[in-house]
């Protein structure tokens, strides 16, 4: 049975970096598709990031303007999402999730991780 572990949050002052993780286990290869949600409260949950993990095609939430990358290892099954320049607005729980493929809706995700809180804040 899949899990997603997520590591790597915390908290960072506007403009610093944060990385996070996500391994998969209980499977034997990568989802199609593994990424970041996000959920501040509040708000809906919303994509920061998403990776098709046979093409290693992208796809990032409109608010991420470049500040953000998104990686796979399909050896190890994790996915990183590098975050660079954050800003207060990026503070939220953030979630790992794999589905079948990848799309904006997260209703269409099968698995999802705890979560790993962002804060950013002076």
């Known amino acids: 049975q899949l899990q997603l572990v997520e590591s790597g949050g915390g908290w960072v002052q506007p403009g610093g970096s944060l990385k996070l993780s996500c391994t998969a286990s209980?499977?034997?290869?990568?989802?199609?598709?593994m990424g970041w949600f996000r959920k501040a409260p509040g708000q809906e949950r919303e994509v920061v990031a998403l990776i098709a993990t046979a093409g290693r095609s992208t796809w990032y939430g409109d608010f991420v303007r470049g500040r953000f990358t998104v990686s796979h290892d399909n050896v190890k099954i994790t996915i990183d999402l590098q975050m660079n320049n954050l800003k207060t607005d990026d503070t939220a729980m953030y979630y790992c999730?794999?589905?079948?493929?990848?799309?904006?809706?997260?209703?269409?995700?099968?698995?999802w991780g705890q979560g790993t809180e962002v804060t950013v804040s002076s």
């Open positions: 999730a794999a589905g079948p493929r990848c799309a904006f809706d997260p209703a269409k995700y099968y698995g």
């Open positions: 209980g499977v034997n290869h990568s989802p199609n598709c």
